[in-house]
């Protein structure tokens, strides 16, 4: 078994957790939702966490000053912002992660502000944590348009 969608909802079709458990077992319909949800949950605590301890930057003024002063580690723009003020701060981002797999609402409740569109995470050890859980995310999701590397 490994860590894909596709792995698992063959699993899930196929009955395998009875042959590997060698038991009777059977996975809940909804265990490939069930996963992506948790692994979303995950990357969104990371900001929680990113914004506790003070290494999260809101706006997109903010996410700037902090790219162009090489200070962050990760650049959030939300799924739903406008295409000119994601593209302008990819441009400035020169390689550093970004992810563009939440929502507006999704990132403001993460952060607990309204409005949230763009963010950045400070390098260190959040942006280290948020960039690992993400990219687990979006290794999991088949469909995902791959905005994170």
Do not use: W, Y
């Not at 959030?76 to 295409?83: G, K």
Request: glycine fraction near 10%; proline fraction near 2%; include cysteine.
């Amino acid at each position: 078994m490994s860590a894909d969608r596709a792995a698992l909802e063959r699993a899930v079709a196929k009955g395998l957790f009875a042959r590997a458990f060698k038991t009777a077992a059977t996975a809940p319909a909804d265990l490939v939702a069930g996963v992506e949800a948790g692994l979303r949950r995950r990357a969104l605590d990371a900001l929680g966490l990113a914004r506790r301890t003070g290494d999260a930057v809101l706006g997109f003024d903010q996410a700037k000053k902090a790219l162009v002063a090489g200070k962050a580690g990760a650049l959030l723009s939300a799924s739903d912002a406008a295409d000119d003020g994601r593209e302008k701060l990819a441009r400035l981002a020169d390689g550093r992660f970004q992810c563009r797999a939440f929502t507006s609402a999704e990132l403001s409740a993460a952060f607990g502000k309204e409005g949230v569109r763009h963010a950045a995470i400070k390098n260190g050890a959040a942006a280290r944590r948020f960039i690992r859980e993400a990219a687990r995310l979006e290794g999991f999701r088949s469909d995902s348009p791959g905005e994170t590397p």
